[in-house]
Each structure stands twice: as structure tokens, then as C-alpha cells.
């Protein structure tokens, strides 16, 4: 069952193309990857998709209803949160707060309910605290809850980004670089923490990545952007042999040189 | 009614322009500063007045000195201006070196620049007050009166539909001095190194900095630019209306704000357009409020005029009429 | 050094030690204030008081206690005694009153980080909607209704001014939250002009505001009966209303909301991608900070018995910022000392000090000149406050600390729950 589409999806900025007509099918609860040099466009698509941009021409399907025209936070409502590549954490919140907003659209403790201390809202936000906990306790963070998210690590940045967005419990996760930086034991732990959230998480992913090991060792599926279009698509294995693939990577010539 | 106001039309025009083009040459402060730095400089209103006081500081040792008779009136003025300019110009680069830069260094968020130059701007105030004060006894100051010569524009016999318009010599020399002021700025910007560097450093401070350029070095020119050209227009605002006062800069500083926001933040024609758009656009509105609303609203709405096109502008316009969209980069 | 610092030491950790020590100095300071009742600086020590109380390393509970008694019973009771009650009670109530502007412009510009430069826009709001309508301004537009109300309704135009000042803080942030950052400042800052400028010159074609002569004559509040008039009177409701703003802004700070408003804060992007609808979160701080300077504004135009647009003015705007930065963005407890300080430097210090400086020309034939008066200098004294705390100490006087939770207690929970649910699970299993 496909859970995501994208259609003739088109972005210009000004006179400069930076998408051209992209296609895609995700299944639901697949893994997909894409990839592509660097000014591809994948952020660009990423940035559609959350409605950070709206597109120039093209539709996005999540469930077969149209995302064009939605503000951010009624997209993630709808079940997309993602992650970011220049990590975009709250700095000045400790990392159990960071949880705390990413769960914040499924809460239903109103202010005005905190002011008058109902004990229904109390319990709520106490149960919140306990969820987030878990899920800091899922990421691997169990030992930073009071530290401010600024003060962390930049492996541990980038799980947070992860433990705050599954937090809305998304139906799609979007994962932008997450192993940017990473040395290969902290890319070892992601790698599984993907595979895991997958199973346990009942969530489709679709990460943007260069390193090329996890993307052929987890992806369902592989799109190749290059200058904004979508060169080519399939399983892992026939895009490692796919020629234009190679070009777009290495340059004209090198499939015949090589 | 509309006869009445195509009667005024004349005098509306002169005065609108005698406005415009202070608020265009002050706007120009904003536009660099915010081109390169992206900070509401909110200090630099008072280094327009700053030099309008200096400049009135330095015609009262001339007069006492008895220069003021014995040279002709435009030597002073020149003399008064170059000083003027020269001081204010220092004293932006100086605003620059002890309230933006240390901040810039730590890369603190853009609230804790705009806290510091309202502070500044507060220390500005006062200290002028103060030497006013202490010096005159009084911080409202009345400049000798210099250039006024009154000329009537006998537009009546010849055109029936327009009113006589009047203005002083004073006048011409804003309009003259501000159009060189002018025109000697965008020659520097696009025709000389330092305007490229400026342009560069605008553009992309990093990569600017990759490129050998002295990165603090072309701020500090920047800033000295600016503030050489408010404070010169203080000294033009003097001559033309006569009294200053330590808090003049405020409301000219917003109003040239908007001027620089009208024209899009960052591009300097288009400060020297929405400058003289804005003056023209308030001095109608102070001259014609009254008589299109009947009474209901007089000339004392014009500021809420000026605040109401900022408003609009941001809101449906914010890349200004001549700047272009940006886009923030997730 | 190190003998006091170790004296220091044995104090922190003895709870008894440290409740004689303060228990002395509010008596000292009290004792003080009784026996040299016209000493300002006897009124300030003890006010301090309550500084040291929010260091100590006491129960929560027992220090609002403490601090409450010490505010509403001793500090009003020692300076009863004294000739200037009623200036003390009034520097208390100015205190009040700005303290609750100040939490309310922090909800602005310390948690949801939007720098508004109007913010006295709103309390001018509240401090007009009583004037109008507890004078007989109100007659001179209104078709139907008696008026001047009677004191009565001051209770009630205390909610009407949180309400009114709260529609203005929406109707501000509609158009204005469309603004990109530091725009947004220099928006505020007209609409602050704008609103200035409109109580100004209200007084035609319909004279709703009276324009520049101001609302004189308007109707102190009473309760059951009795008028309320004096400065000790007034510091009571002051005094109650701040500590129902500081009720509030404890509960919104670690809310569902005060999560979204740092959140947004920090970074607007991510917010948003989290499922927070920016424009909402940022009317809701717009509004609820409004309305905290609303309801002062009834107070204060209840006390000050006339309003005028003078009282509005910019510099009141970043006076209250000032408070703020002094304070220290996003600290509750350093908006309050920073409302204090700010407000008893202008009240009290630079008046003694001048009053002093005059003292001394005439006695001495020293000649200051009256420019050189600290009354006057208010402007380079904040402005350079400015400069040094946005410089060197940007977290200001008391630095926000987020608040920690109890790992352990909640380890313990998810343990508990996890169990819970795994019971659950298997007895559905069963069954």
C-alpha cells in the first residue's frame, strides 16, 4: 500500500530550477532513500514535503489527500515530522522539554486547564513526562533529561532530532543527514535504530544520506536526484550498477574510462 | 476640495522634498548598516542629531570668533558641514567598535544588537542633552539663522490653479547638497574597490572574508559612511528648520527607517527613492488631512500616517519596492 | 577569604542556622526602619530582605510564605510609623505595578523571544477603559448610562482592562506577527506611537479620550463601601494582582504553552515542524502579556485619579525593557528584581541623590549645575544599563535556569508503567 506520493513535484526559486518534476511511490512502512550530489535538491523535496516551501507546480499525497497549501505544523499534524540537516534543536531547553514539544500536538492539557490546575490536565502532563522519558530512554539519552539540548554532543544532537520527532508520533519520518558527522560506531547505532523504529514504531521512513553503506545496507527503496531531477529509482542493488547513477556521482566519463 | 488641494500642491512639493531628501540621506544609514550587518542600527537617528548639534557647535565658535561675518556664508557652511560629517562619521565607527562588534564576536542572537543600540541611543541623547544644558541652559537650541532668504515661486499669474509657493534659500542648498551627497555615494559604491568590498561583504560576509577582504575593516568604512552622512544632514536639518533638540532623531530615525524599508532594506537607490516618497507622501497628508476628512483628522496624524505605510509595507511588501524576496535557507 | 567562605558554607548547609540569620536581618533591618523612619536606605534594606530570601535554601512553600508576610504585614507595618508611609507605600504599589508589566512583557520577549518596543501601549489601554468610564468622560460619547460608575465597578474594570488590553494585543499581532524578526521591533514601536498619538488627539470629531488635557477627576475605587484613596490602600491591590500574574506566569512557564512559546523561540522552523501553529502561539504570549499590563493600567489610572497620553510615552516602552534585560530574559525572579531595582533607582536613588547634590550646592556654595542633576540623567543611566547587561551579562541579574525533573522518580514511573502495561497485555492475552 503506497502511504505517500508525489507528483510532477516542481520548485523554482526566482528563474533557477531547484526540483523538476519528481515522481515518487513510498510503501507504507518502507525504508526509502534518496540520494544525490550535493545542490541536488533533495532538501528542496524535503522542504516541500513539510511545507517549509510550497512547490511551483506538482502535488504531494500522504494517504491520497493533498499536503499543497498546508502551513508546517498542520503537515505534521497529518503524521510527516522530520529531522533537520543543520540540526535545529531548542538550544535553551533541557532535552526532555525537546521531547515535550515534539509530542505537544498530541497533548490536550489547554493552559487555561494548567492555570486552574485540573487534575485531569496534571495527570496528562505528568503521563507526558513519563512517555517523553521513554522515548529519551529509547534514543539512548536516558542520562541527559535535565541537560540543555544546546550542551549535547553532536551525535547526540542529531538522536534528539530523532527522539523529538518520533515524539508526534509521525506517521512518516523524514530523516535529513542523520548520520552527517557521525563516527562509523555512532552510524553502527543509528543504522539499528532505524531498522528498530520500522518494526516497532509502525513508521514509514525516507532519509537523505551520503554515506553510502547505510543507505544500500537499509533502504527498501533508492531515488537518485541530480540537478533537481530524478535520474533513477529501484532497489539498492540496481541503482549501485546504474550508469547514470555513476556519472551523476563521478562525472561524465567515468563509466567508459572505468 | 479638490481645487484646495491642487492650490497647495505647489508648496506641498517643496516642503514634501526638503523632508524627503533628509529622510533619504539619514534612510541611506539604515539601508548600509542593515545590508551589511542585518541590525536596525536603532542608534543611528541620534547620530543625525548628534550632528546636527555639532554642527551647531561649531557655527557658535565661528560666530564667536567673528568668522561668521567676515567669511562668506557658504565657506561657513562648508567648514561646519566637513566637521560635522568628519565627527559623526568617527562616532559611528565608534558605536561600531564598542556595542556591535564584541557581540559579533560572540556571535550573540540579533535581540541582544538591537538592546545595545536603543541603549545606545538612550547615552547618545542624554550626553547631548546634557552639554546642551549645561552650556546654554537650555537643551532646545536655536541655530543663528543662515540662508534665509525667502523666495516666492510666482506660479499664480501663469498657471491660475496653483497657489504662490515660498521657501528660503536654505532650501536649494538641502536639495543641492543632498543630490552630491548623493550621487558621490552611489559612485562610490559601484565604481571604487572599497564600494565593491562593501557590496561583497553584503552579499556573502564569509565568503567575502575567504576573499582577502578585511571584513571588520569594510563595517567600520561602512559605518563611517553612514554616520558621516547623517551627521552632515543634521547639520542640513539645522539650517533649514532652525531649532534642534536632543530628542529630534527619534521619530526622523523611525521615519527614515520606513523610508529605507519602502525603498527595500539593503539596495541604497531605493532608501534615496522611499526617502523623498515618504516626505512628499507626509507632507500631503499634513497639509490635506484635515480638509479630506473634514476636520476629523488634522496635520498631528501624519506620524501615524508614516507608521501605518511601515506597517503595510512589512506586512504585504517586506522586500520593499525594490528589493528583492529572500528566502531563509532551512 | 577562605574562613569566610567556609562561614558561608557551614550556613548553606545548617537550615537553622540560615533561618536565624535572615530571621536577624529582617529584624535588624525592621528595628532599623522603625528608629530612622525618613531613612530611605532603612526602607531598601529591608526590602532586600526578600533577595535573601529567594536564596536561601529553605522549602519552597515556606519561602512565598515568609516573603508574603514580610510584604503584606511587616514591611507596610514598620513604615506606618514613619512621615513617609505614604511615599514608601507608593514606591511599593509603583513597584507592583511594574513588576507585572515586566512578567508580562518577559512572556514576549523572554519566552516566545519577540522584542516588542509598545508594550505601554496596553497598559495605557487599561488605564484609559477605567478613566473614560469612572470619570464623566463617558457622557460625552456614550448615549446611554450614568456615569461617572461608581468605585464599585473598579473590581470589575480590572478584568474588562485584562480582557480590552488582550483584543488590542491580538489586534496588534494579527497584521504584526506577519513581520520578520528584528522588524517585528520596530513595528511595536510604532503601533506604541500610534496608540500614543490617537489618545492624543482623540478629542474630535468625537471626544473619546479628551486629547491632550486628560482625564482628570476620575472615581476611586471602593470596597463594600469604603474609598480607596491612599498610596497603602492601593499597595494592597498591587500587591494582589502581582501575585496572581506571578501565579500565572509560574503555571504557563512549564505549560503545554510556555513549551510552544520557548519552542518558537529558539527556533521557529523546528517549531512549526512539530506541530505548533506559529501565528496562534504568538497572539496567545501577545495577549496574555497585554493583559497583565491591562489590569495595572486600571490600577494606576485609579491611583493617579487623572491619565494622559504623557504618561505613554517610548521611554516607558524600554523602560519596562529594561526591567526585563536587567532582570534577565526569561527569569521570573530576575524580571522582579530587575522591576524593583529599576523602579526604586527612579523613585528613590536618583531623587536622594539629587536632593542630596542640591543640599550640598546650598550649603556648601558648591555649584552643580541642574543639568548635571542624576534626576535627569535617567536616559544615560538605562541606556548604559543597557549596553553593559546586553554586553557582558546577557543572561542578566538573576539568569534563567530551566527546571530540572526528577530522573530517578521518573524512571521509577516508566518502570511502573511499563509493567502496567505488559499486566494489560497479558491479561488480555488470558482472557
Known amino acids: 500500500m503506497n502511504i505517500l506520493e508525489v507528483k510532477h513535484l516542481t520548485k523554482e526559486f526566482g528563474g533557477l530550477t531547484a526540483t523538476?518534476?519528481?515522481?515518487?511511490?513510498?510503501?507504507?512502512?518502507s525504508i526509502t532513500a534518496v540520494i544525490g550530489p550535493n545542490g541536488a535538491g533533495k532538501t528542496t523535496f524535503f522542504n516541500m514535503i513539510t511545507a517549509v516551501y510550497h512547490p511551483t507546480s506538482g502535488d504531494i499525497l500522504l494517504n491520497g489527500k493533498s499536503l499543497v497549501g498546508l502551513k508546517p505544523h498542520q503537515v505534521s499534524q497529518f503524521g510527516i515530522t522530520r529531522t533537520f540537516q543543520n540540526i535545529r534543536l531548542f538550544e535553551n531547553m533541557t532535552v526532555l522539554e525537546n521531547v515535550l514539544v515534539g509530542m505537544h500536538q498530541n497533548l490536550k492539557s489547554h493552559w487555561i486547564g494548567t492555570l486552574l490546575q485540573l487534575p485531569h490536565i496534571r495527570k496528562i502532563e505528568e503521563n507526558a513526562r513519563t512517555t517523553a522519558y521513554d522515548i529519551l530512554n529509547y534514543v539512548g539519552l536516558e542520562n541527559y533529561v535535565n541537560e540543555n539540548a544546546g550542551n549535547l554532543a553532536y551525535g547526540a544532537q542529531r538522536r534528539l532530532e530523532i527522539g523529538r520527532a518520533i515524539a508526534a508520533k509521525p506517521k512518516v519520518l523524514l530523516l535529513d543527514e542523520p548520520a552527517a558527522g557521525m563516527n562509523p560506531k555512532e552510524t553502527e547505532r543509528l543504522t539499528n535504530l532505524i531498522h528498530d523504529m520500522r518494526t516497532k514504531l509502525d513508521?514509514?521512513?525516507?532519509?537523505?544520506?551520503?554515506?553510502?553503506?547505510?543507505?544500500?545496507?537499509i533502504s527498501d527503496s533508492i531515488y537518485v536526484l541530480d540537478h533537481g531531477e530524478l535520474i533513477a529509482s529501484g532497489k539498492p542493488n540496481e541503482i549501485r550498477n546504474n550508469k547514470k547513477v555513476i556519472e551523476a556521482y563521478l562525472g561524465k566519463g567515468a563509466v567508459s574510462n572505468g | 476640495m479638490l481645487a484646495h488641494i491642487i492650490q497647495n500642491l505647489p508648496q506641498v512639493l517643496i516642503d514634501g522634498l526638503t523632508l524627503g531628501v533628509v529622510y533619504a540621506v539619514v534612510a541611506i544609514g539604515y539601508t548600509m548598516v542593515y545590508g551589511i550587518l542585518e541590525l536596525i542600527n536603532f542608534a543611528h537617528g541620534d547620530v543625525f542629531m548628534t550632528g546636527a548639534f555639532i554642527g551647531a557647535i561649531v557655527l557658535f565658535l565661528l560666530m564667536g570668533m567673528g568668522f561668521l561675518a567676515a567669511l562668506p556664508a557658504i565657506l561657513v557652511f562648508i567648514i561646519v558641514i566637513v566637521i560635522a560629517a568628519i565627527a559623526t562619521g568617527l562616532l559611528g565607527v565608534g558605536i561600531e567598535r564598542v556595542a556591535y562588534r564584541p557581540l559579533r564576536k560572540k556571535n550573540a542572537p540579533k535581540l541582544i544588537a538591537l538592546i545595545t543600540s536603543i541603549g545606545i541611543s538612550f547615552v547618545l541623547e542624554d550626553l547631548v542633552r546634557f552639554i546642551a544644558e549645561?552650556?546654554?541652559g537650555n537643551y532646545i537650541v536655536t541655530a543663528p539663522p543662515m540662508f534665509n532668504h525667502k523666495f516666492t515661486l510666482n506660479l499664480h499669474s501663469a498657471l491660475?490653479?496653483?497657489?504662490?509657493?515660498?521657501?528660503?534659500?536654505?532650501?536649494?542648498l538641502v536639495l543641492i547638497v543632498t543630490i552630491i551627497m548623493l550621487i558621490a555615494l552611489d559612485l562610490f559604491v559601484n565604481k571604487t574597490k572599497w564600494g565593491m568590498a562593501m557590496r561583497a561583504v553584503a552579499q556573502d560576509r564569509d565568503t567575502a572574508s575567504l576573499m582577502t577582504i578585511n571584513v571588520n575593516r569594510v563595517i567600520s568604512v561602512t559605518f563611517f559612511i553612514g554616520s558621516a552622512l547623517g551627521g552632515a544632514t543634521g547639520v542640513l536639518f539645522m539650517i533649514q528648520y532652525g531649532t534642534i533638540d536632543p530628542y529630534i532623531g527619534f521619530i526622523l530615525g523611525i521615519k527614515a527607517f520606513t523610508a529605507a524599508v519602502l525603498g527595500g532594506i539593503g539596495n541604497i537607490r531605493g532608501a534615496m527613492f522611499g526617502g523623498v516618497m515618504l516626505g512628499l507622501l507626509e507632507m500631503f497628508a499634513a497639509s490635506n488631512l484635515s480638509i479630506i476628512t473634514h476636520g476629523?483628522?488634522?496635520?498631528?496624524?501624519?506620524?501615524?500616517?508614516?507608521?501605518?505605510?511601515?506597517?503595510?509595507?512589512?506586512i504585504f511588501k517586506p522586500e520593499g519596492l525594490f528589493g528583492k524576496a529572500v528566502v531563509e535557507k532551512v | 577569604m577562605t574562613s569566610l567562605s567556609a562561614f558561608f558554607e557551614k550556613i548553606a548547609q545548617s537550615k537553622k542556622n540560615q533561618i536565624i540569620l535572615f530571621l536577624t536581618y529582617v529584624i535588624v533591618t525592621g528595628a532599623g526602619l522603625f528608629l530612622l523612619p525618613d531613612s530611605t536606605i532603612a526602607f531598601l534594606l529591608l526590602l532586600f530582605s526578600i533577595l535573601i530570601l529567594y536564596y536561601l535554601n529553605l522549602n519552597l512553600r515556606a519561602k512565598w510564605v515568609t516573603g508574603i508576610v514580610i510584604l503584606a504585614v511587616v514591611v507596610p507595618f514598620i513604615a506606618s510609623f514613619s512621615d513617609s508611609y505614604q511615599t514608601y507605600m507608593e514606591?511599593?504599589?509603583?513597584?507592583?505595578?511594574?513588576?507585572?508589566?515586566?512578567l508580562g512583557l518577559n512572556i514576549v520577549v523572554g519566552f516566545a523571544g519577540l522584542l516588542d518596543l509598545g508594550f505601554i501601549a496596553f497598559f495605557a489601554v487599561g488605564a484609559y477603559t477605567y478613566a473614560i468610564f469612572a470619570s464623566d468622560q463617558a457622557s460625552k460619547f456614550m448615549p446611554f448610562g450614568h456615569y461617572p460608575l461608581s468605585g464599585g465597578t473598579f473590581w470589575i474594570f480590572i478584568f474588562i482592562a485584562a480582557i480590552v488590553a488582550a483584543i488590542f494585543g491580538i489586534l496588534l499581532g494579527v497584521p504584526v506577527l506577519r513581520v520578520r524578526g528584528d522588524y517585528l521591533a520596530i513595528v511595536t514601536l510604532g503601533f506604541g506611537e500610534i496608540i500614543r498619538i490617537l489618545l492624543n488627539n482623540m478629542d474630535h470629531p468625537i471626544n473619546i479620550t479628551n486629547g491632550s488635557m486628560g482625564i482628570a477627576s476620575i472615581t476611586p475605587p471602593s470596597f463594600f463601601g469604603i474609598s480607596i484613596g491612599s498610596s497603602n490602600q492601593f499597595y494592597y491591590i498591587a500587591f494582589a494582582i502581582f501575585l496572581l500574574v506571578i501565579y500565572v506566569v509560574r503555571k504557563l512557564e512549564y505549560s503545554k504553552l510556555g513549551r510552544a512559546w520557548k519552542a518558537v523561540r529558539d527556533n521557529e522552523i523546528a517549531a512549526q515542524s512539530m506541530g505548533i501553529p506559529l501565528v496562534k502561539t504568538k497572539l496567545a504570549a501577545f495577549a496574555i502579556g497585554a493583559s497583565f499590563s491591562g489590569m495595572m493600567g486600571v490600577v494606576f489610572a485609579a491611583k493617579q485619579m487623572f491619565v494622559d497620553a504623557t504618561s505613554f510615552t517610548y521611554l516607558e516602552s524600554t523602560m519596562v525593557l529594561v526591567m526585563v534585560i536587567l532582570g534577565g530574559m526569561g527569569s521570573v525572579p530576575g524580571v522582579i528584581l530587575g522591576a524593583a531595582v529599576v523602579i526604586i533607582l527612579r523613585t528613590q536613588v536618583l531623587t536622594n541623590i539629587s536632593n542630596w547634590l542640591s543640599a550640598m550646592s546650598s550649603n556648601y556654595g558648591i555649584s552643580i549645575?541642574?543639568?548635571?542633576s542624576p534626576e535627569k540623567m535617567q536616559l544615560l543611566i538605562f541606556g548604559i544599563l543597557l549596553i553593559v547587561f546586553a554586553l557582558y551579562r546577557t543572561q542578566g541579574l538573576i539568569p534563567h535556569k530551566n527546571r530540572k525533573v526528577d530522573v530517578a522518580k521518573l524512571k521509577k514511573e516508566s518502570e511502573q508503567a511499563a509493567l502496567t502495561r505488559k499486566k494489560t497485555a497479558s491479561g488480555g492475552a488470558d482472557s
Request: charged share 15%.
Open chain 1, 20 to 29: 523538476s518534476d519528481i515522481n515518487m511511490t513510498i510503501k507504507k512502512n
Open chain 1, 203 to 217: 513508521v514509514t521512513i525516507i532519509l537523505i544520506e551520503h554515506d553510502m553503506n547505510l543507505v544500500m545496507k
Open chain 2, 134 to 136: 549645561l552650556k546654554t
Open chain 2, 160 to 172: 491660475p490653479f496653483f497657489n504662490n509657493a515660498t521657501f528660503q534659500s536654505s532650501f536649494l
Open chain 2, 296 to 314: 476629523a483628522m488634522g496635520a498631528e496624524y501624519k506620524d501615524v500616517f508614516a507608521f501605518i505605510i511601515l506597517i503595510l509595507v512589512l
Open chain 3, 91 to 102: 514606591v511599593g504599589t509603583l513597584v507592583g505595578i511594574y513588576c507585572a508589566m515586566a
Open chain 3, 369 to 372: 549645575p541642574p543639568a548635571l
